[in-house]
């Protein structure tokens, strides 16, 4: 199994500002992925961060809104930039663990007023 | 696109019942499919993995089966508990890290 740290655990953040949120994993994984979960809603993937190369953005998400970091195969940061209450989500953070298995981070929940 | 589908978004059910949660699915061509647990405020903890050539797994008191051609799943909790008050998310896997998950069902076991 993976775990996975993330902070800040919660936040309330003022409209306008930008907010990084870190992930720690406990060990090496090629791939981490970035989820938003708005309120009552599913898991939306936001990006796929490689380490050593630019993260891949889905569809609605874009690189100046959300810029990603992976300076290492342990760790990375996402950025919720220029923030909106529209922005008001859990942020999580996930790996691919033995076996096809998906682990989560704790989330990060983020009230932007 | 892959659309993922869970009924019934609530349930509230009485210590000691079994019960069936269902997850279906709109494009059969999944890799995989996982079904989580999640906490209020909290992240997601992965309860059963089912490859796309298995039928099913088995953890505890969990049973998940998976019928790609009906493009459909079900997990199987067996003895409710309080401790199982949750929500629950399915999510299809395809080829390139593709995942999709569904809205989830919220089930609240009544001591």
């Known amino acids: 199994s993976a775990v996975i740290s993330q902070k800040p655990s919660r936040d309330i953040c003022q409209r306008g500002t930008s907010l990084t949120i870190q992930c720690q994993v406990d060990?090496?994984?090629?791939?981490m992925f970035w989820y938003r979960q708005q309120p009552g809603q599913s898991l939306t993937l936001i990006a796929t961060a490689n380490q050593g190369s630019e993260a891949t953005y889905e569809s609605g998400f874009v690189i100046d809104k959300f810029p990603i970091s992976r300076p290492n195969l342990t760790f990375s940061t996402l950025t919720v930039s220029n923030m909106s209450p529209e922005d008001s989500s859990i942020y999580l953070c996930?790996?691919?663990?033995?076996?096809?298995?998906?682990?989560f981070g704790e989330g990060s929940w983020l009230t932007v007023v | 696109k892959q659309e993922v589908t869970q009924i019934p978004a609530a349930l509230s059910v009485p210590e000691g019942e079994n019960l069936v949660l269902n997850c279906s699915f709109t494009?059969?061509?999944?890799?995989?499919l996982q079904w989580f647990r999640q906490d209020p405020g909290k992240g997601l903890t992965s309860l059963l993995l089912i490859q796309s050539s298995q039928r099913e797994q088995t953890s505890g008191r969990l049973n998940a089966s998976l019928d790609k051609s009906s493009g459909r799943s079900t997990l199987y909790i067996a003895a409710s508990q309080p401790g199982d008050s949750a929500t629950y998310l399915c999510?299809?896997?395809?080829?390139?890290?593709?995942?999709?998950f569904g809205t989830g069902t919220s089930l609240t076991v009544i001591p």
């Open positions: 999510a299809v896997e395809h080829t390139g890290n593709q995942f999709y």
């Open positions: 060990s090496q994984v090629t791939m």
């Open positions: 494009d059969s061509a999944i890799y995989n």
């Open positions: 996930s790996v691919r663990g033995s076996g096809n298995t998906i682990y």
